[in-house]
């Protein structure tokens, strides 16, 4: 399975924001983007040329694709199954990628970044309805119940403990027997990350 595996601060770096690809660090003053505000690279801290309408638009469909962690191939999947649907293509795109079971994990408080949710969703630490899934990009639905095995929840656990869980309005969070239940589709105010998702189905209907 083809992934990132370059330095993840030169991508928040790149796209100038937090991206919280590292986790805890991405919370202290050891986060790269506080201490170089600046895009990687040789030149990265001479004045930028003026950004195209281009530019911006893929700019917006990098930082989505980095948030997640999805590449190329696999977005233009997502962006294709948003575009059939009923509603607006830009929401339909976000409420997918929230959607992914790796994102769910991460939501819940359960893991301290994407990737380490995604890590142990790989590594067949959770289940699904009872049954062990260990695709990241399983879409859940509503009523689906996600739960913790055993052999994960002490690391569970402590991560709830020292972060909480975040007020997720489509999931509610079990702390007692470490699940977490979908009992709605995820809403555009629902999905607080900056980005103007208008701007990537501009880009994609070129």
Not at 27 to 55: D, F, I, K, S
Not at 77 to 99: C, D, H, P, V, W
Request: glycine fraction near 6%; aromatic fraction near 6%; hydrophobic fraction near 35%.
């Amino acid at each position: 399975m083809a992934r990132y595996i370059g330095s993840k601060c030169r991508l928040c770096r790149r796209e100038g924001i937090k991206l919280y690809l590292k986790g805890d660090r991405c919370r202290t003053t050891r986060c790269a983007v506080e201490r170089r505000q600046y895009p990687p690279g040789e030149h990265g801290e001479r004045a930028r040329r003026r950004v195209t309408e281009y530019g911006m638009q893929l700019r917006e469909k990098q930082k989505v694709k980095r948030i997640y962690g999805v590449l190329e191939r696999q977005f233009r999947r997502y962006f294709r199954l948003a575009s059939r649907q009923k509603g607006m293509t830009g929401e339909n795109l976000l409420r997918i990628l929230e959607s992914r079971l790796d994102n769910v994990v991460y939501r819940a408080g359960f893991a301290t970044s994407r990737d380490h949710a995604r890590q142990m969703v790989s590594h067949r630490h959770f289940t699904v309805n009872g049954r062990i899934v260990d695709v990241p990009s399983y879409l859940v639905k509503v009523g689906d119940v996600i739960a913790a095995r055993d052999s994960i929840k002490e690391i569970v656990k402590g991560n709830l403990e020292r972060h909480g869980t975040d007020t997720v309005p489509w999931l509610r969070v079990s702390a007692s027997d470490l699940s977490v239940s979908v009992v709605d589709l995820p809403s555009r105010e629902h999905i607080e990350i900056p980005i103007e998702e208008q701007l990537i189905v501009e880009l994609y209907s070129k």
